[in-house]
C-alpha cells in the first residue's frame, strides 16, 4: 500500500479521534471505550462495503480500513516505548518508592498470577499448547488504570490509594511484557528450555532493563541540563531517549526494552525536574501528554478495526473459552485483592485498604492498549502456528472488550452503589472550605480592579458578592457541609490546619516558578509538606506538632552522613547535608513569615476569630523552631548564611531584572540585539547563583587548636606533633557526645561552641577553649555524666594513647588536665547524686 493512502487512514483516524473526544466528555465515558467502540464500527462497516456488492471506488477506501496497512512492528516500535515513557514520566517517583513494597508485590505477583490461573484455566479446554494458553495469560495480566483512575479522581478516592493503582498498572505492563517475550521464546522453538533457564531469563530481562533505561535517562538528563533554555531541544531529546534505550536493550544487549522505557520514565521524572526550569518541564509534561494521548487512542482504533475481522468466524467454542478466561481472571485478581494485598498490610508496607475500594479495583481491571498491541504483534508473527494466532487474538481482544464495555460501562454505578460516590464529611468540609478560600480571593482581586477603575461601588459588590461561599455547581447534592458543621472544634482546627498547609506550598511553588529558591530545595521542601499534611490530615493538631519537630530536627539522610563523619572521617556528605539544611532553614523561614498574614486575612473570615490564636500558636511554634534550627547554623558558619541570603537576593533581583527587560522589550524602547544581549546576561547571571557555594567545614586541626588556651603551654616544635594526634569533628545540637556509663577512649577539646555536662550534682556548660571525657580516661572508669552539645560545636578528638603521650612529654598539660579533674571529681562528690 502506498504512502499517501496509509498517511490518508492515518489523518483520518486522528480526525475521527478528536471528534470522539467530544462525544466522551458528553456522557462523561473514557475515551478508550468509545475509540474502540467507533474502531469496531468503522470495522464492520469497512468489512460490509468489501464483501458485499458496493466494490469499486468504495471497495478501495473499505480495504484499507479492512487489510490495515499497519504492521505489528509499528506498534511495538513506535508506539509501546512512548505510552510508556510517557506513563512513567508523570508517576511522582518519590511517593512511589514509599510504597515500593506493595507496588512491586502486586504488580509482579499480580502479573505472575494472572498467567497462570488464566493459562491453566483454558489448557483443558483451549485445544493449545500450555504454553499457549500462558502467553495469553501474560497479555491479558497487563491493566489499564486511566478509566479507572479517572473514576477514583471524581469520587475523590484516597491519593495513597489512586498511587497504588497506578503504579501497579505501570509496573505490571513491564512485567507482563516481560514474562510475554520469555513465553513466546518458549513457543517459538525454545522447547528443550527447563523452567529454570525461562524464570532466569526473565529475571535478566527484567533487571538489565531497569539498568539500561537508568543509565539512559541519566545520560539524557546530564544532556538536558547543558541545554538549559532550549525547551525545543530538551524535548527533542527526551523523545529520543525511549527509543534509543528501547532500541538499544531489546537489540544491543538483549534486555527488556519495555521495561528499560519504564525505568528512563521513572528516573527522569524523579531526578528531570530540580535540573531543568519549571516552566521547560511544564511544556515537556504537556508535549509528551499530546504524544501519549495519540500512541493510546491510535492504538486502540487500529486494533479495533481488525476486530470484526478477527471475530469473523467466531463460534460457540470461542464464547465459551471468553467465559472461562474472564472467570479466570477475576479469580486471579481476587486472588491477589484478598489475599496478598491483606498479608501485605498485615506486615505494616502498607495501609489497610477497604473492601469496598477492593471491589472497585476487582471490577475495574481493565484491559488496554498495551494487551491489543501485543495481541496485533501475533496475529502478524507468521512463525507462530495458525490456530495459535487465532485462538490467541480472539481471546484477548475479548476478555479486552468485555472489560471495556461491559466493566466500563458499569464501574460507576457500582461505585455509586458502595457508597463511594460520597466524600466523608470532613472531606466535603475540606473541599468547601478551600472553594470558599480561592473564591473569597477572587472577590477580592474583582474589587480592587473595580476600584481602580472607578466603577461604581454597588456593581463593584454585586460581582464581588457572587464569589462569596462556594460555588453552587461544585458540591454534591444533598445537604452542604460547612465548615462549622463540622462537628468537634478539634476537626475544624485540623481542617484550617490543613487548609494552612496548602497555602504554604502554593507560596513554595511561587518561590520556584520566580526561581528565587533551587529545584533541589524545592522537592525537599514539598516531600515535608506533604508529610506534614498527611499527617494533620489524619491526626489533626497533635500530627501537625509532631511534623513540626521533625522538620526542624535531624532526618535520617542527614544522621547517616554525620554517622559517617563521626566514625570514618568521611566529610563530603555532611558538607551537603549541612548546605541543604541551611537552604532549607531559609527558605522556609522565607516562606513562614510569608504565611502568617494568610491567617488573618484569609482563614479566619472563614472559621471565625476563635481559632485564630491556635492557628497562630502552631505556625509561631514552627517559625520558633526554623529561627531558632538557622540562627544555630548561622553562629557556626556566620559567612555561609550571609553568602545564602545574598544568592536568595542576587535571585530576586535577577527575576525583576529579566521582567524589566521583556517589558522594554515588549514596548519597543530597546531592539532584539540589545534585548538579547541583555537576556544572555541574565542567564549567564542565573547559571552562577544555581552553583551552590561551598560550605567549608572548617575542620582544619591547626587552626582549631589555636582556640584552646591549655595548648599555648606547648612550645612551636611540638605542635605539628600534637595537631597529628587531634581529630577534628563537628557535633550538632542536642548530639550526646559522651553517654554516662560507657567505657570511654577518648576526650575532647571544645574549639568552637557549647557543652552541657549533665554532672551528679548539678548541670555544667562547658564553652571553647574547656575540655571533657578526660576523668574515664585518667581514672579508669566508666563515663561519669552525659555530655550533650547545645551548639554547633567543633571539636578535637584525642585519644586515650596520645593523651598519655602527651602527658608525658608537656608537664604543663598533664598538671592542669589532671587537676581540673580531680577538681570535677571533688565537685561531684561533694554535691552528691542528683534526686
Ligand atoms: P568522663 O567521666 O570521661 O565523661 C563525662 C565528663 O563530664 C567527665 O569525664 C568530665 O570531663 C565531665 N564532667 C563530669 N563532672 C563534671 C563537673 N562537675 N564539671 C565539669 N565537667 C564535668
Redesign the pocket.
Known sequence: MSLPVILLLVAGLLTVISLVQRLAARLSLPGSILFAVVGIAIGTIATVVLHGDLGGRFGDVARVFVDVPVSSGTFIYVFLPALLFQSSLTVDVRRLIEDAAPILLLAVIAVLVATFVIGLALFPIAGVSLVACLLLGAMVATTDSVAVIAIFRDVGAPARLTRLVEGESLLNDAAAIVLFTVLLDLLLGGAGRSPAAAIGSFLFAFVGGVAAGYLGARLVVAMLSWLQDLRLAQVTMTLALPYLVYIIGERGLGVSGVVAAVTAGLVMSAIGPPRIAPRDWQFLNDVWEQLGYWASSLIFVLAALLVPRLLGDFNLHDLLLIAVQIFAALVARALVLFVFLPVVSALKLTQRVGIRYNLVILWGGLRGAVTLALALAITEDAAIPHDVQRFIAVQATGLTLFTLLVSGLTLRPLIRLLGLDHLSAFDQALRAHVLALSRSRVAETVRTIGHRYRFASPLVEAVAGAYQGPPPHALPAGPVTTFTAVASPEDQLRLALVALTQREREIVMEHFDARTISGRTVQEILQDLARLADRTRSRGEAGYQTVAAELAGFGRGFRFAHFLHRRFAIDGPLVDRLADRFERLLTTRIVLDELAPFIDEALVPLVGPRLAPNLHGRLDARRRLTSAALEALALQYPQYAALLEQRFLQRVGLRHEAKEYAALFSERFIGPELYGTLQKDVQAARAATDLRPRLDLGLETRALLARVPLFEALPHEQLDATARMLRPRLAVPGERI?H?GDV?DT?FFIATGEVV?H????D?T?KAGQ???????L?D???????VATTYCQLLVLSRADLNVLRRSNRAIRQNIDR??A???R??QA?GPRH
Open positions: 559522651v554516662a570511654g576526650m555536662v554532672a551528679p550534682g548539678d555544667v562547658l575540655f571533657f571525657g578526660e576523668m574515664a580516661l581514672q572508669q566508666p563515663r561519669g555524666a552525659d555530655v581540673a579533674a577538681k570535677r571529681a565537685e561531684n554535691l
